[in-house]
């Protein structure tokens, strides 16, 4: 059974900061997503990453994935109060070929202090 | 392009009543994802449906907990005989997912909040 596990599950950092969190998952996969969900709302999309090596940049966030080592990295750069939200990543298991069943981490609860 | 529709956004019932939720999936699509969170949780699948066939309904509990996907409609989550465990926010997602496009992800829904009291 696929696990996933995500750390820190709490970080409070001060603007201006940077911080990485962790995604490490337990079997083969071939596609690994963040989201971010704010207070009381749905979940929004924020990187999907497909295979190994990829890395990818959206603002001030960045995120990249090794396969190999089944750990995917959502880095965070000069924080901002407006990041303060939970990150969520998520990962199909390899044996689901196109079903989009994905296992979740518990999520990292983000607060961004000024 | 309306996006996932769930309705209600929040819903309130007694121990021992049921619970319908409703889930539109975004125009196109014909796949649809029904997915748990607790509180300070990650969302756990349930199960997941096509038009008319559940595909797989791993995640389900085995008993009280329906869902259905009819031709015609939205799909639709049922709970019967409600318990304070089920309170829970629960999300729809739905994809396109035709044959190997891998590279698109859920889109979801914004949830339906269910409070047993």
């Known amino acids: 059974e696929l696990k996933v596990e995500q750390n820190p599950l709490f970080l409070s950092m001060q603007e201006g900061k940077n911080y990485t969190i962790y995604c490490n998952y337990s079997?083969?996969?071939?596609?690994l997503y963040w989201y971010r969900q704010d207070p009381g709302k749905s979940l929004e999309s924020l990187f999907v990453?497909?295979?190994?090596?990829a890395v990818k940049q959206e603002g001030r966030l960045m995120a990249s994935l090794d396969t190999k080592a089944r750990l995917s990295t959502l880095h965070i750069t000069a924080a901002v109060h407006d990041l303060s939200a939970t990150y969520f990543c998520?990962?199909?298991?390899?044996?689901?070929?196109?079903?989009?069943?994905?296992?979740f981490g518990k999520g990292t609860k983000l607060t961004v202090n000024p | 392009n309306a996006g996932v529709m769930q309705n209600p956004r929040h819903l309130v019932r007694r121990r021992g009543q049921e619970a319908r939720l409703r889930c539109s999936p975004m125009?196109?699509?014909?796949?649809v994802y029904w997915y748990r969170q607790l509180p300070e949780e990650g969302l756990k699948f349930m199960v997941y449906?096509?038009?008319?066939?559940?595909?797989?309904e791993s995640g389900m509990p085995k008993e009280r907990f329906s869902a259905e996907f009819p031709k015609e409609g939205p799909s639709i989550l049922r709970i019967q005989q409600v318990v304070r465990g089920d309170s829970a926010a629960y999300f729809c997602?739905?994809?396109?997912?035709?044959?190997?496009?891998?590279?698109?992800?859920?889109?979801f829904g914004n949830g339906t909040r269910l409070t047993v009291t």
């Open positions: 125009k196109g699509h014909s796949h």
């Open positions: 079997t083969t996969s071939d596609r």
């Open positions: 997602a739905s994809s396109l997912n035709v044959g190997g496009t891998y590279n698109s992800p859920l889109h």
């Open positions: 990453l497909l295979s190994n090596g």
């Open positions: 449906l096509q038009k008319e066939n559940i595909i797989d």
């Open positions: 998520a990962v199909v298991p390899l044996s689901q070929g196109g079903s989009e069943k994905l296992v």
